[in-house]
């Protein structure tokens, strides 16, 4: 089984500074998918960032962007120039490519502050 | 167009009482996924439908929780003699096909069982 985790429960970033939270993950598969999700207080899980494992090339999405090490089994995600609009919760998720494997196994997540 | 909603926003329920929670997918996702965040904890799996094949029931915690698909849209989460540890925002999801990378999701439900 697959387990994800995120090390830094919470984290804090002035506004418009850069910020990466943490992310490790444990697999014996070499085709998956990695995630991360913000989660506001409405509670409403937003896609922020993908990643194909066969992919070297990192992900950027705007202001997001990922370092992802796959012999290391990381994935940490990058927010440059931070927004009081980044305040969440982020969630690092996993994703199997197996036929009927695909439920997203998550972290236990790192929540943001955005200082003014 | 619409996103995944979920109904009730918020449930506050007695200890053994029954308690059933709704979700309604994006027209036209045949992928259906329910989800559990206890406070201070990640999303854990309980369920998944795809079109009509059998679901994966893998993630379910104990017989006490169940859940259905009708027509393959509306799908309803039921869990019987709610218990404390219950307690949890069940999140809801669903994607356009099986295989679909992106899952959307609701705005969960909040259950409180007291």
């Known amino acids: 089984a697959q387990t994800v985790t995120q090390s830094q429960p919470e984290m804090s970033v002035q506004e418009a500074e850069t910020v990466t939270l943490s992310c490790t993950y444990d697999t014996s598969e070499s085709d998956y998918y990695l995630f991360w999700y913000k989660q506001p207080p409405s509670r409403q899980m937003i896609l922020v960032i993908r990643q194909e494992a066969y992919k070297q090339q990192n992900a950027t999405e705007n202001r997001f962007s990922v370092n992802f090490q796959k012999a290391a089994k990381s994935f940490s995600l990058k927010i440059s120039d931070s927004q009081l609009g980044d305040a969440a919760m982020y969630f690092c998720?996993?994703?199997?490519?197996?036929?009927?494997?695909?439920?997203?196994?998550f972290g236990k997540g790192t929540k943001l502050s955005v200082i003014p | 167009g619409a996103g995944v909603s979920q109904s009730p926003s918020n449930k506050v329920t007695e200890k053994g009482k029954d308690v059933e929670l709704r979700c309604d997918p994006i027209s036209g996702h045949t992928a259906l996924y329910w989800y559990r965040q206890s406070l201070g904890q990640g999303l854990e799996f309980l369920i998944y439908f795809q079109g009509n094949s059998a679901p994966d029931k893998s993630g379910l915690p104990s017989d006490r929780f169940s859940a259905e698909r009708t027509g393959g849209s509306v799908s309803t989460l039921t869990i019987q003699r709610t218990q404390q540890e219950d307690s949890a925002v069940y999140l809801c999801a669903s994607s356009l096909v099986e295989g679909s990378y992106e899952q959307y999701f609701g705005p969960g439900t909040r259950l409180t069982v007291t």
């Open positions: 998720a996993y994703r199997s490519l197996g036929a009927g494997s695909y439920q997203l196994t």
